[in-house]
């Protein structure tokens, strides 16, 4: 992931950090490249757009052009960007869950079908389970964890929950698709607070697009279980679409983040570059493998280090 982003931005820092005086014509320069940088890995144009702005403002900017060593400085001013495109001004517990609550802290799991919301709803029991959540910055510890699916229009959807609940080992909630998602959310609250769970994670049914139908039950399933953290669960490869469903769910429930799946699949990466800003939820994890394990939480910070070398 972020393959030839890392190539290309790395090259530009280095040339631009090694220059002893910024002009007119190297910055322009050196702006150009970023801004087809981030093009070529396939971040939305206005979010492009408004980086290159933010940098250029920047650049001109006393702080840059009266440093002693204003390449340096200009790539810091260029980190600094990236990391608040990715989140990262939204603080540092912004990529954290909350699971500040009464417990069972609840969390709802939202998505179109395929995105990967199972498989990521196995992922976040197992990482609760074992304590490696972060809290704080620091691991939150051990935790009971109860998953349950509301997804009673796919058999199998159900019957895969289970497997993963078993592989992680988490306890799973029966359900059953004779039930109403309401029913089912309802019994689940009432079994996780009667045997002590301190995590109660709700898999929802996905659609192939957005429908009303959907949203409606979602929203209805939003209100009954008062989650803490209500996580939108999108596959990177989709794109600058993914972007755009993350956008129309975001307006129509109030999300606390996103999790985007299958980064490990999508070299360029340009929708985890952009969903922050487009919807202005924080990207909180990201998928990395198909395997249980192939979760991490995503640290706006340390990705923009990665990515500028
Ligand atoms: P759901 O319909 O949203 O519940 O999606 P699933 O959890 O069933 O996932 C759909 C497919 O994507 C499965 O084959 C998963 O193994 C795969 N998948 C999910 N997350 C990732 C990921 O981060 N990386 C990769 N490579 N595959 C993933």
């Not at 969903?275 to 923009?304: C, N, Q, W, Y």
């Amino acid at each position: 992931m972020f393959d030839n982003l890392t190539n290309r931005l790395s090259r530009v820092m280095k040339t631009i950090r090694g220059e002893a005086r910024l002009t007119e014509a190297n910055t322009q320069e050196m702006l150009r490249e970023v801004r087809l940088a981030l093009l070529e890995a396939d971040v939305s144009l206005p979010v492009v757009r408004e980086f290159v702005a933010r940098v250029k403002e920047k650049a001109l900017g006393e702080e840059v052009a009266g440093s002693l060593s204003p390449g340096q400085a200009l790539v810091g001013v260029v980190h600094e960007e990236l990391t608040a495109l990715m989140g990262g001004d939204l603080g540092a517990q912004a990529s954290e869950l909350s699971l500040a609550t009464q417990p069972p802290a609840i969390i709802l799991m939202a998505g179109l079908q395929g995105a990967g919301k199972t498989t990521t709803t196995g992922k976040l029991a197992k990482l609760i389970n074992a304590g490696d959540l972060l809290q704080n910055g620091r691991k939150a510890g051990r935790k009971k964890v109860l998953v349950v699916s509301a997804d009673v229009y796919r058999p199998a959807a159900i019957e895969q929950l289970k497997t993963v609940a078993a592989q992680v080992g988490v306890d799973f909630f029966p359900s059953d698709i004779s039930q109403k998602p309401r029913d089912i959310a309802l019994a689940a609250i009432d079994h996780a607070k009667r045997h002590h769970y301190d995590v109660l994670l709700v898999d929802t049914a996905g659609r192939l697009g957005i429908d009303e139908a959907m949203m409606a039950e979602i929203s209805m399933l939003h209100e009954v279980l008062k989650p803490i953290e209500t996580l939108f669960v999108v596959d990177a490869m989709q794109g600058q679409d993914a972007v755009n469903v993350a956008k129309a769910f975001s307006e129509a429930l109030p999300l606390t983040g996103v999790v985007m799946t299958k980064l490990d699949g999508d070299a360029r990466g340009g929708a985890a570059l952009s969903v922050r800003h487009i919807t202005g939820k924080p990207l909180k994890f990201i998928g990395v493998s198909e395997k249980l394990d192939g979760l991490e939480a995503f640290h706006p910070e340390r990705m923009a280090q990665r990515v500028l070398g």
